[in-house]
């Protein structure tokens, strides 16, 4: 069974248009997480939902909203898409008072 | 801002060297931890070593930290074509469930 799931895997799109990436975790994890790649391969967090609520939010443009409607899952809705969001988005979950993350498979955004 | 910096960036190795991957990082931690990276694929946890201990060891990885000169280093010894990926640390300040990771460092092990 798949612990951190993603959906979809790639995601090509234009600019300007809004598009959403569903995560899902079966870990019972309380806590999850969204991540960019950049080209470089520089991982960065964006947010940190701990059991449906916002606990970390990094500097992220507005048009970038997380929704967590329980626990197990935590969407990424991204408004008016520009180039430079181009990446690879990365789900994680952890366990309140365990510090290792568990990432799902990533999300390739394309927009062109 | 950026908190872990890998050394070397790029690695080559032959099967059954080992591999030395270097992480300085700024800031007061709590833990730190490794991560592995195969290409296209998430990010797997590989090992976690808190502020107040030096030495760790799994399987053929060995983790040291130097809180003094806040670096850590992985080896990963007897390497094999499977551990061709890149790899990354990350550290978490405690209270917080925040990770901040490096840059990575590719390593490449020829068969």
């Known amino acids: 069974d798949t612990a951190v799931s993603q959906t979809p895997k790639y995601l090509v799109t234009q600019m300007g248009n809004d598009k959403s990436i569903k995560c899902e975790q079966n870990l019972g994890h309380d806590t999850m997480y969204w991540y960019k790649q950049d080209s470089k391969k520089f991982l960065k967090i964006m947010f940190s939902?701990?059991?449906?609520?916002?606990?970390i939010n990094e500097t992220v443009p507005n048009r970038f909203s997380p929704k967590s409607p329980d626990k197990a899952h935590l969407n990424l809705h991204i408004n008016s898409l520009e180039l430079g969001d181009s990446a690879v988005y990365f789900c994680a979950s952890s366990q309140d008072g365990v510090y290792e993350q568990y990432f799902g498979p990533g999300t390739r955004l394309t927009v062109t | 801002s950026q908190q872990g910096e890998e050394d070397p960036q790029a690695l080559s190795i032959q099967e059954g060297e080992n591999a030395t991957m270097n992480c300085s990082y700024k800031?007061?931690?709590?833990?730190l931890q490794w991560y592995r990276q195969n290409s296209g694929r998430g990010l797997v946890h590989l090992i976690l070593i808190r502020s107040n201990e030096r030495e760790k060891h799994s399987g053929r990885l060995r983790v040291t930290l130097d809180t003094s000169k806040k670096s850590s280093s992985l080896l990963i010894t007897a390497s094999r074509a499977a551990d061709t990926a890149s790899y990354f640390c990350a550290t978490g300040a405690g209270g917080s469930e925040k990770l901040v990771f490096g840059k990575g460092t590719k390593l490449t092990v020829n068969p």
């Open positions: 800031t007061s931690i709590n833990n």
């Open positions: 939902y701990n059991n449906k609520e916002l606990i």
